[in-house]
């Protein structure tokens, strides 16, 4: 028995838009990124980007379980020397929401030219409208 292997010009891309609001950052960015490799469909190719577009609204209203708001760190750098900024998860939900969201699914996808393929059908927005209505997204639940 052949083994069936999905080819990227045959892909059927569907929309999906998932509400944030309570629920849980490592398991919103965990279900959103198997969504976004396809591996929620039965033709799953690894090599192949077969997932679907990812809409998330509300994400300024996203859950932190435990202490993550005041222990949990973020790093940028600059590249200059010094150029190291450090803030704490109570701030990026405050200030940065969309950007909180999108590293957490980002790390969660493959390294590479493909996890950057992955990477841009994902659309992340703070309130709880999107200029996506055209694609008629359908709307998951996130356990």
Not at 72 to 78: E, W
């Amino acid at each position: 028995m052949k083994s069936y292997m999905q080819k990227k010009e045959t892909v059927e891309r569907k929309w999906y838009v998932i509400d944030a609001t309570d629920i849980a950052l490592g398991r919103l960015a965990s279900q959103t990124a198997s969504i976004l490799r396809g591996k929620n469909k039965a033709i799953f190719t690894p090599h192949i980007d077969c997932g679907d577009y990812v809409i998330i609204v509300n994400a300024d209203k996203v859950k932190l379980t435990g202490n993550k708001m005041d222990k949990k760190l973020y790093y940028n750098h600059s590249g200059y020397v010094g150029g190291l900024r450090v803030r704490k998860a109570s701030e990026m939900i405050e200030k940065y929401p969309v950007e909180m969201v999108e590293r957490a699914v980002k790390g969660m996808l493959p390294n590479g030219r493909l996890g950057r393929a992955m990477y841009k059908k994902l659309f992340v927005y703070a309130g709880n409208e999107h200029p996506h209505k055209a694609q008629q997204p359908t709307v998951l639940e996130v356990k």
